[in-house]
């Protein structure tokens, strides 16, 4: 049990450390964005640098926030049976899903992502659009990196799923403990 705890506490670390840079990084968002607002309506002028960078902060902050928010428990979930469920229940329904669709969906993701990054990379593909972000191979890397964050959390909640299962409780979204203690 120690070792599938350590195993949930690194994985939500990880995360946790993840979802503060893309908190930063939402911050870099919004100045780019008002910067190009105010470009384009105050000086009339804008660029095709700072659109795609808005595209790409964005895609960036999706990407790889959404393991952070399946951690904080935020992606859309229709709640009306499962709220009134007991932990236990609960954490058969999260087990199932993480073994039938989390895992093998992320896991389809990275695979068949992987070929898209590397023909990318071997390129160096760049913006079509004169005056754009050059790399594009770099946010398209985001792909199966971004999924590897969920798959681990997927992982990580389908032990904490199992722990509480068995009788142990989760507390604090990462620690596990005997209910016995």
């Known amino acids: 049990m120690i070792l599938l705890r350590r195993v949930c506490l690194w994985i939500d670390t990880l995360n946790i450390w993840v979802g503060r840079f893309v908190a930063w990084t939402v911050a870099v968002l919004i100045l780019v964005v008002f910067t190009d607002v105010v470009m384009r309506y105050a000086f009339n002028t804008s660029f095709v640098f700072a659109q795609q960078l808005e595209w790409h902060l964005f895609a960036f902050i999706f990407l790889m926030g959404a393991g952070y928010t399946l951690l904080k428990d935020g992606h859309v979930r229709v709640d009306i049976i499962y709220q009134q469920l007991k932990p236990v229940q609960k954490a058969w329904i999260n087990l199932a899903g993480v073994l039938l669709l989390l895992l093998p969906g992320c896991l389809l993701i990275i695979f068949t992502s992987l070929k898209f990054v590397s023909r ?58 005997d209910k016995g203690a």
């Open 120 to 177: 990318s990379f071997a390129i160096m593909e760049g913006s079509a659009d004169p005056g754009g972000i050059p790399y594009r191979w770099v946010i398209k890397s985001c792909v199966p990196l971004g999924f590897s964050l969920v798959l681990l959390q997927g992982i990580s909640l389908g032990i904490k799923s199992f722990l509480t299962i068995i009788g142990f409780e989760v507390k604090d979204g990462s620690k596990p403990e």
